[in-house]
């Protein structure tokens, strides 16, 4: 779980307006920041299986977040994928 200051970080740096919290591009930017941290965790516990599952639903959500910014607004898209650093 990420740290409310860690969140807060993560909401200003991708809202698109000042009351902004559940947009796509920001919790594309939570789940992303999630899940680099629980793969680090499986790096050190490699036997760690319910971690594990929780990373493969939290990475298909985020594709399925990703999918429907792609068909509502390409540019969008673009700009995210670019300032979160995934590839495509």
Do not use: C, F, W
């Amino acid at each position: 779980m990420l740290k409310t200051k860690v969140k807060s970080k993560i909401i200003a740096e991708h809202k698109i307006h000042d009351t902004d919290t559940g947009s796509v591009e920001v919790q594309t930017a939570i789940l992303s920041k999630a899940i680099d941290q629980l793969a680090k965790h499986l790096k050190k516990n490699p036997k760690d299986n319910h971690s594990r599952r929780g990373l493969l639903g939290m990475v298909s959500k985020r594709k399925r977040l990703l999918n429907y910014l792609v068909k509502e607004d390409e540019k969008r898209h673009g700009a995210l994928i670019k300032k979160i650093g995934l590839k495509k």
